[in-house]
């Protein structure tokens, strides 16, 4: 048994992680500020977390949660391109200044090791596909900066203190728990929710961006190995964590159509500024390295999540009867 902070506790992979660690005996401590998250995501779990509603930026509040941790799991950020673009300096707040506040707490508990949920917009719109570790970064969007920002940072605590730091660079993670609420939720989440309610989704542009769109089960994998991998493997390293296919908006938009029966045609709307064009993971250096391996595919991973929308609608309506 091992002892384990998830920042960003109450959102969609830090949540999974937190049921995933649970199962397996571990104990487990997790922070969230609520402001994306939701304590939906936590039910079941009861009293077999200690859950703390606090700021990545409260100094205190991140001392008292590093306390006595062996792994750090850092999912917490504002985690969307388009509200940093909105709103860059709230997401630089939470994203940069809120890391760094939990990287010095972390160093000062003498935290083992941190693995960091970094983005694969870093690589920005670079044409080579796919996108490999050693390619130099070009981020486009604020959220883009203040996510390889904070890889360098964990990367220097790696160097100047010996806090051990892996950093994973997901790429379009989607699964079970996903908001579909806000405007900035992901993209699969709203397709999905969008056409369960009868109303036709839209595509921002042409249809034809493309993603390694990577269902949730796979990042969690990742984040376990990450912790248990050799620090002469895994630290002070940056791993790709998608599936190495990538699929554009309009596939996207027909296989859930197909699955939900809808018939509605897309509406096509102004691509999104900060947005990238093409998204596709090189995953050599994780499956080698870390003995990371995609175990839920493009289909079945949405089908499983459009699965899992229907159901909680189910159970909201049953609920409001
Ligand atoms: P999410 O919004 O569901 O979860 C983020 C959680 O962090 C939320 O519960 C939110 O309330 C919390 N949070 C935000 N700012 C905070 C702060 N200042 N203090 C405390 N809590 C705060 O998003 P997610 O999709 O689960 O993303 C998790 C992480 O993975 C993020 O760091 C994101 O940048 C990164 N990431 C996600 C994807 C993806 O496709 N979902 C891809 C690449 C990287
Ligand atoms: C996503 C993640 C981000 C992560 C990045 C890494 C979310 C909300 N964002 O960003 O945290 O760092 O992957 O790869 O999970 N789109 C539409 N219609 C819509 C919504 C979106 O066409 O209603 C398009 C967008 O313009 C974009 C694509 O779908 O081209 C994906 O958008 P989105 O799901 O927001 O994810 P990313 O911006 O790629």
């Known amino acids: 048994m091992s002892r384990y902070l998830i920042t960003g506790i109450a959102g969609f992979i830090g949540s999974t992680l937190a049921h995933t660690l649970v199962e397996q005996g571990h104990e487990v401590r997790g922070i969230d500020n609520l402001s994306t998250g939701n304590l939906d995501n936590l039910s079941g779990l009861g009293n077999r977390i200690d859950f ?23 999912q917490a950020a504002l985690a969307s391109v388009p509200r940093s673009v909105k709103d860059p300096l709230s997401s630089h707040q939470s994203n940069l200044n809120g890391t760094l506040t939990l990287l010095i707490a972390a ?20 044409p080579t596909q796919p996108k490999h570790e050693e390619m130099p970064p070009l981020p486009l969007s604020p959220y883009a900066v203040q996510k390889l920002a904070c890889e360098y940072y964990l990367q220097a ?3 100047s ?12 993670i989607y699964g079970p728990r996903q908001a579909a609420d806000s405007p900035y939720s992901g993209v699969i989440a709203k397709f999905t929710t969008s056409m ?11 249809g ?33 964590i998608g599936t190495g ?21 897309p509406i096509y709307g102004f691509p999104r500024a900060g947005d990238i064009r093409h998204s596709l993971a090189d995953i050599s250096r994780a499956t080698k390295e870390l003995d990371y391996q995609p175990m839920v595919h493009f289909r079945n991973g949405l089908q499983k999540t459009v699965a899992w929308y229907v159901s ?3 159970k909201k309506e049953a609920a409001a009867l």
């Open 161 to 172: 203190y010996g806090l051990e730091a892996v950093c994973l660079r997901y790429f379009n």
């Open 107 to 126: 160093r000062d508990a003498g935290v083992r090791r941190i693995v960091y949920a970094a983005s694969s917009s870093a690589y920005g719109d670079q």
């Open 52 to 74: 703390r509603q606090v700021d990545l930026q409260d100094v205190a509040g991140m001392q008292s949660a590093c306390e006595g941790m062996e792994f750090i799991l850092h």
């Open 312 to 314: 909680e609608k189910e």
């Open 196 to 206: 369960m309610a009868g109303e036709t989704p839209t595509i921002f542009g042409d």
């Open 208 to 240: 034809m961006t493309s993603r390694d769109f990577t269902y949730i089960d796979n990042a969690v994998s990742a984040n376990l190995l990450a912790c248990q991998a050799p620090s002469s493997v895994a630290t002070g390293r940056v791993f790709n």
């Open 157 to 159: 605590f790696y160097r």
């Open 245 to 265: 296919e990538s699929h554009t908006l309009n596939e996207v938009y027909a296989a859930i159509a197909s699955v939900l029966g809808f018939s509605g045609k």
